[in-house]
């Protein structure tokens, strides 16, 4: 690879060959506007917003190409700022404003939308071109995701995504013209498709076509409500993004303020789903050792992510016996609330509501799960994503940035390192590997940080030696985040290529820090930020910062397991916090 | 004002949007699931025959293309059993599959009559009157322009120039032409030659 030449507006700057114009203008310092463009996702110049005018050693180029596709050569001469750019960027924008629904006032991306800031930085005074316009139709009938067609500028974002970052493809250009209309296949609503609710494709859409399904009234109403008794869990990565939704830097960690703005909201209790992620590495890594030691099914997968539950029971249905049967942490940390936290306190379990603050859109769906419930009572009543729960702060006229740090409540808020990591990639792999080795060695080890499982590569893979039975064994597991990576691992394992002990998947890809529900970053800045390493990097300082950094030592914990639980997968640990799963089919007529 | 939004309306099956309303805004007969469970089983033999003709073609890419082609010549039309079908046996997603049906209109996602009728909408045709063909043809059938009768005798269609302007105005029906229809009193008879 060598550099070439390129002049931008007048500045010469030197550039690798296999630069696009667009990227060769930022090192220039002039930023070209774009709309359908996803870094590495979505470049395929269709939305013609990214135009310029530009030559090649003075041999003009002809109509003004899209600089998102537009690969540099020596001596190319890129002018974006001529009037006769303006006019067809202008022009563009106007085109696609003339069948979209602006009703920008009422809509969720309202100060958050690619277009909005588009029109605002174009200076679009006015809509010039007046036709039929799409209907609003809107599908909300999956437990996570909406769809409204009559918002969809058809970039194509959602569509690259889901079909080559996630592997799957619910969603495609259907019809053709004025018809056309990204959506599933044979207009099937999200609910019934081969969906796992990710949300990689609400946090790809520039506009509101795709956003996730709110309970926001719904939890304000509870916590209104005198008789009832309001407990909030926030998950490990949401820490990691919060404050993105305040205008601080992707991937601030933020969770002292996130703690104060959850009492000012005025939660009963304040927890931490981090508590019941070492829970989860109690019940995983017992449930690891018992399948290592006697012959159970192996490799065991974790069941953390509910994307990747779904994507199995649709997609692998023969790997259902390998997911460990532990519920999520999500799940865990309500049975346990609705149970041994209310006979503790003396509430009565029904008037607790469960609310959860996710990561993640695929929760709500997981929630929802009929039998995620212990003796009638859900296990969580409301799961939020990290955006809801800033929409909620600035509806509360909460000012977060000024809030002070505070810490979670007992008896459901400890938490150790190993819980924050829960969020990244290989995190989960690290948080048991911690107790497992632990527990194997019968030592308290110090060298705790599994560096091979860290990092953003698709699939990793690390190995331990570890005694089992007073012999050492090679454990070998591996990591996977994205689904279509976790497709490659299933892949590998059934036909008989690769051989581990344990495997952790997560469907997003860069784990929850990078969920669905996170705080969106646009495409432009993603070309200078990735929110999935900055947040990452947030959790693993604060696992170096916590004190405890392993599940096992997590005092409430311990106190559960004396006080009720007895020990790991003990009867009462299988009825509470263990489930089952089963193959899923889709597409099906309901008629 | 914006128009009030349509929540989860117009749903076949469980579909919903625009474009199902569109589509389905001919069906007589809204009861009966137009994916058609039950009319194509999958123990029909022509599946199989799909499948030896995926196995046949290179697992590359750019084969959805002959694949929906062969479907289409095979079953006269893709409903949502063959193209999942051709999406489990071909590892292309269903939607792209669906895209592709629904972009090219020599794909039918709906079962065509027994009978095609063209109606030519070509200039000479149309100046010497096929609107009025086609209003009338409309009438007979009781049915819209690009569906199919009830009784899945005839699909009507407007077609571009069908190359006998001469003739004008005229409709193609299967293979045989029927031309100078300015009366369209004889459009009845033309109809009853075809069972």
Redesign the interface.
């Known amino acids: 690879m060598g550099n070439v030449n390129v002049t931008v507006n007048g500045i010469e700057v030197s550039v690798p060959d296999n630069y696009t114009a667009m990227l060769a203008a930022r090192q220039a310092g002039v930023e070209i506007p774009s709309l359908c463009f996803l870094k590495d996702v979505n470049e395929i110049g269709a939305c013609r917003v990214c135009v310029v005018e530009a030559d090649i050693k003075g041999v003009p180029m002809r109509n003004l190409p899209a600089s998102c596709i537009l690969q540099v050569a020596e001596g190319m001469n890129i002018r974006t700022n001529t009037a006769k750019v303006r006019k067809a960027v202008k022009t563009n924008v106007e085109l696609i404003l003339a069948n979209h629904?602006r009703?920008c006032l009422t809509c969720k991306r309202n100060q958050n939308c690619e277009l909005q800031s588009l029109c605002d930085e174009l200076g679009i005074d006015q809509v010039r071109f007046q036709g039929e316009k799409?209907?609003?139709?809107?599908?909300?009938?999956s437990h996570s995701i909406i769809r409204?067609?009559?918002k969809c500028i058809l970039c194509g974002r959602c569509i690259s995504t889901c079909?080559d970052v996630q592997g799957?493809?619910?969603?495609?250009?259907?019809?053709?013209g004025f018809?056309t209309?990204v959506?599933?296949?044979?207009?099937?609503?999200m609910?019934?498709?081969?969906c796992v609710y990710c949300g990689q494709c609400i946090e790809a859409c520039p506009v509101a076509a795709l956003t996730e399904r709110q309970y926001i009234d719904e939890v304000f109403e509870a916590i209104e409500d005198p008789e009832k008794f309001v407990v909030v869990q926030t998950a490990p990565a949401v820490r990691a993004s919060l404050g993105e939704e305040f205008g601080m830097p992707v991937g601030t960690r933020v969770t002292g303020k996130m703690v104060a703005a959850l009492r000012r909201l005025g939660f009963d209790k304040v927890f931490d789903t981090n508590f019941s992620a070492d829970l989860t590495i109690l019940e995983e890594g017992t449930e690891l050792l018992n399948r290592v030691t006697t012959g159970g099914v192996l490799p065991m997968i974790t069941s953390c992510s509910p994307g990747w539950i779904r994507f199995c029971e649709m997609k692998y249905p023969e790997f259902l016996p390998n997911l460990s049967t532990c519920k999520s942490p999500q799940q865990m940390f309500g049975a346990i609330l609705k149970t041994y936290y209310a006979q503790k306190m003396g509430i009565d379990p029904k008037k607790i509501v469960s609310v959860s603050v996710m990561p993640c859109t695929s929760k709500k769906t997981e929630a929802n799960r009929p039998e995620m419930e212990v003796d009638g009572l859900r296990d969580v009543d409301y799961s939020l994503t990290t955006r809801e729960l800033g929409d909620m702060i600035k509806r509360a006229r909460i000012r977060f940035a000024n809030l002070p740090d505070e810490t979670a409540d007992s008896i459901l808020g400890e938490y150790t390192g190993a819980g924050v990591i829960f969020g990244a990639t290989g995190g989960v792999m690290e948080a048991a590997l911690r107790t497992v080795a632990d527990i194997l060695t019968g030592k308290d080890l110090k060298d705790i940080e599994y560096n091979a499982v860290r990092g953003l590569d698709g699939v990793k893979e690390a190995s331990v030696v570890l005694p089992i039975d007073g012999k050492d064994t090679e454990i070998k597991v591996a990591i996977a985040h994205g689904t279509a990576n976790a497709a490659k691992v299933l892949d590998a394992v059934k036909a008989g290529e690769k051989d581990y002990h344990f495997i952790e998947v997560m469907a997003c890809p860069g784990g929850c820090v990078h969920g669905g529900g996170q705080s969106i970053v646009s495409a432009q800045v993603r070309l200078d930020v990735n929110p999935k390493a900055n947040r990452a990097a947030a959790l693993y300082a604060e696992d170096e910062a916590c004190v405890k950094r392993k599940s096992h030592d997590n005092e409430e914990v311990k106190a559960l397991y004396n006080e009720f639980l007895g020990k790991p997968n003990s009867h009462l640990s299988h009825k509470l916090l263990h489930t089952h799963y089963a193959p899923r089919k889709v597409?099906e007529?309901?008629? | 004002m914006?128009?009030?939004?349509?929540?989860?309306?117009n749903?076949?099956?469980?579909?919903?949007?625009?474009?199902?309303q569109?589509?389905l805004g001919n069906v007589n007969d809204q009861?009966?699931?137009?994916?058609s469970?039950g009319c194509i089983t999958a123990e029909d033999p022509r599946f199989a025959e799909l499948k030896s003709y995926i196995d046949s073609l290179n697992q590359e890419q750019g084969i959805t293309m002959p694949v929906l082609q062969e479907a289409q010549r095979s079953f006269g039309y893709l409903p949502?059993e063959v193209?999942?079908f051709i999406s489990e046996n071909t590892g292309?997603?269903?939607?792209?599959?669906?895209?592709v049906a629904?972009?090219y209109s020599q794909f039918a996602?709906e079962p065509k009559g027994r009978h095609h009728i063209g109606v030519c909408m070509g200039t000479a045709c149309y100046v010497k009157g096929s609107q009025k063909v086609l209003d009338k043809l409309v009438e007979e059938l009781k049915v819209k322009v690009g569906c199919t009768t009830s009784d899945g005798k005839f699909t009507l269609e407007a077609t571009r120039c069908l190359g006998c302007c001469g003739l004008a105005p005229c409709i193609m029906i299967d293979d045989d032409v029927f031309g100078k229809l300015d009366d369209v009193s004889r459009i009845p008879d033309i109809l009853g030659k075809y069972e």
Not at chain 2, 31 to 35: F, G, N
């Open positions: 629904n009703e799409r209907k609003p139709t809107i599908d909300n009938l409204d067609a009559s079909r799957i493809g619910v969603l495609d250009f259907t019809h053709r018809q209309e959506a599933p296949a044979f207009d099937f609503s609910r019934d498709v081969d597409y007529c309901q008629a | 914006p128009e009030d939004p349509e929540v989860n309306q749903r076949f099956g469980t579909g919903v949007g625009n474009n199902t569109r589509r009861s009966k699931c137009a994916c469970c949502l193209q999942k292309v997603p269903l939607a792209e599959i669906y895209g629904t972009f996602i």
